[in-house]
């Protein structure tokens, strides 16, 4: 972080400091006890949330939630080029909107991501209606409300109080929230990188894809989000003559194909740690006990440790850490079943490492498979970028924070295994972070499922957490 803003941070930490412990817990109490910049971002929530913005359904799409937060920040000061909805297609809008620095410190802007859209929810699936903001035993119910509109909330929450506070930034902050990250054709975040990149061109993002887990209700970690891995799906075909199965041969189109699958189900990837899971295992270790924390130590000191590997292989979310995943999804074959099979199919699912040659993944497929009846797809198009870097600048201010709202929690640098539009703007050449301050139930994840929920405490201490993590990155002073 810059000399010059370290005082006014350290203002903003003694600040969050007072919040955090006392008036933070009376927030999960009546809505009457909220602050206005408080009620603001429960209001635009609630807005948001009750805004059908399904990728696929109609009604659906995101230019309606678009539109609302450019009338919110239209009706707040904002004018001109810097609020803007754009869209790839009528049902895609995208809101770009700029609060402008004083350009004190000749450095690039801060991009503040989120999606609109959302995964479809049936009334049917759920115990209430997805699209109607409720409130209950001390969460929040409604699609989006984890993923990821309680930060698209908050983003906009916190950039109308920091213009109608009289806030200035030393650069700029731009605040996106964009299309089709859960799907459709029109993603906003690559669109916008091919046709609008000067509207949203940073130095780096915030985004989601972090945030923090609660162990038996309580902080257990707090996950900034710097790497993913990439989707590719390759398939393994195997052609034949097939011919009566009367008559059979050994030359068996499933059985070259199941030889090949039983072969890449014995085998793992190399162990490859990039800065980003290095940090993840050192860091876990402070929260995690025992053989699995030795663990963790030991990788992170020397990743060809391999009993420590082994061990830790054996739970999926760190073999998944550890190295390049590949695995069977889907079979398809034969044409009958009184005839030898002409054709047997497999589709094999990769989670590639940020810095791992899809080349050299693809190569080491075809050795797998091991036999030249089995054709393994081509390598695709390299996409992602590379792991962000864990600059002092973006870790430290979360650090601060962090340690000062829950003492005692790591900030746990990882690498998503999913999918985010982090990793278009990685590609993009835009670092990207995911992190929010928003804890919820590591064993309860609803995101994409029913009763999609989010703590109500956890939606006020993420807001406070965000609006100083920003203040600490852009310089901010009051005018
Ligand atoms: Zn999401």
């Known amino acids: 972080m810059a000399i010059s803003c370290r005082p006014v941070f350290a203002r903003f930490i003694a600040i969050a400091l007072v919040a955090a412990t006392a008036s933070l817990p009376r927030l999960v109490t009546a809505q009457g006890a909220l602050k206005a910049h408080q009620q603001l971002a429960r209001d635009i929530y609630k807005e948001l949330v009750e805004i059908n913005t399904t990728t696929d359904a109609d009604p659906g799409g995101t230019t309606q939630a678009a539109e609302a937060m450019a009338a919110r920040l239209r009706a707040a000061g904002f004018s001109g080029n810097d609020v803007q909805v754009l869209s790839a297609g009528p049902r895609d809008g995208n809101l770009v909107a700029r609060l402008r620095g004083s350009g004190a410190a000749g450095r690039k802007p801060v991009l503040l991501l989120a999606h609109l859209d959302v995964v479809a929810a049936r009334r049917d699936d759920w115990s209430?209606?997805?699209?109607?903001?409720?409130?209950?035993?001390?969460?929040?119910?409604?699609?989006?409300?984890?993923?990821?509109?309680?930060?698209?909330?908050?983003?906009?929450?916190?950039?109308?109080?920091?213009?109608?506070?009289?806030?200035?930034?030393?650069?700029?902050?731009?605040?996106?929230?964009?299309?089709?990250?859960?799907?459709?054709d029109h993603n906003g975040v690559e669109w916008l990188?091919?046709?609008?990149?000067?509207?949203?061109?940073?130095?780096?993002?915030?985004?989601?894809g972090g945030g923090g887990?609660?162990?038996?209700?309580?902080?257990?970690?707090?996950?900034?989000?710097?790497?993913?891995?990439?989707?590719?799906?390759f398939t393994f075909e195997v052609r034949n003559k097939g011919g009566h199965s009367s008559r059979p041969v050994r030359?068996?189109?499933?059985?070259?194909?199941?030889?090949?699958?039983?072969?890449?189900?014995?085998?793992?990837?190399?162990?490859?740690?990039?800065?980003?899971?290095?940090?993840?295992?050192?860091?876990?270790?402070?929260?995690?006990?025992?053989?699995?924390?030795?663990?963790?130590?030991?990788?992170a000191k020397n990743p060809r440790d391999s009993a420590a590997v082994r061990r830790l292989s054996m739970q999926p979310v760190y073999n998944s850490m550890l190295r390049t995943t590949c695995v069977a999804t889907q079979l398809t074959g034969g044409h009958a079943p009184n005839a030898l099979p002409q054709l047997a199919r497999a589709n094999v699912n990769c989670r590639?490492?940020?810095?791992?040659?899809i080349k050299d993944v693809q190569a080491s497929?075809?050795?797998?498979?091991?036999d030249t009846a089995v054709h393994v797809s081509a390598a695709p198009e390299p996409r992602g970028g590379p792991p962000s870097p864990l600059s002092d600048e973006v870790l430290r201010p979360i650090e601060k924070l962090t340690s000062e709202m829950w003492p005692g929690v790591p900030v746990v640098p990882i690498m998503g295994t999913g999918a985010t539009d982090g990793?278009?703007?990685?590609?993009?050449?835009?670092?990207?972070?995911?992190?929010?301050?928003?804890?919820?139930?590591?064993?309860?994840?609803?995101?994409?499922?029913?009763?999609?929920?989010?703590?109500?405490?956890?939606?006020?201490?993420?807001q406070e957490f965000l609006w100083f993590v920003v203040n600490g990155l852009a310089g901010v002073r009051a005018r």
């Open 128 to 184: 209430i209606d997805p699209f109607t903001f409720t409130e209950k035993d001390g969460y929040y119910y409604g699609r989006g409300t984890g993923d990821d509109k309680a930060m698209a909330a908050i983003w906009i929450a916190n950039l109308i109080r920091m213009k109608q506070e009289g806030y200035v930034p030393d650069r700029d902050l731009i605040v996106a929230l964009t299309s089709d990250e859960e799907g459709g």
């Open 193 to 208: 990188l091919a046709n609008k990149r000067d509207l949203i061109d940073a130095a780096y993002a915030l985004n989601e």
């Open 213 to 233: 887990f609660l162990k038996n209700g309580k902080p257990f970690v707090h996950n900034v989000q710097a790497a993913e891995k990439v989707y590719y799906d």
């Open 251 to 299: 030359d068996n189109a499933i059985y070259h194909l199941s030889d090949a699958l039983a072969r890449l189900e014995r085998f793992d990837f190399p162990v490859m740690l990039n800065p980003v899971t290095k940090a993840y295992f050192e860091r876990l270790a402070q929260a995690e006990t025992g053989q699995t924390a030795a663990d963790m130590r030991a990788v």
């Open 352 to 357: 590639v490492l940020p810095d791992h040659d």
């Open 365 to 370: 497929l075809v050795r797998i498979a091991g």
């Open 423 to 462: 990793r278009q703007l990685r590609q993009g050449g835009i670092p990207t972070y995911g992190v929010s301050g928003l804890f919820g139930d590591m064993d309860d994840s609803r995101a994409h499922g029913r009763d999609e929920r989010a703590l109500i405490k956890s939606f006020y201490d993420g």
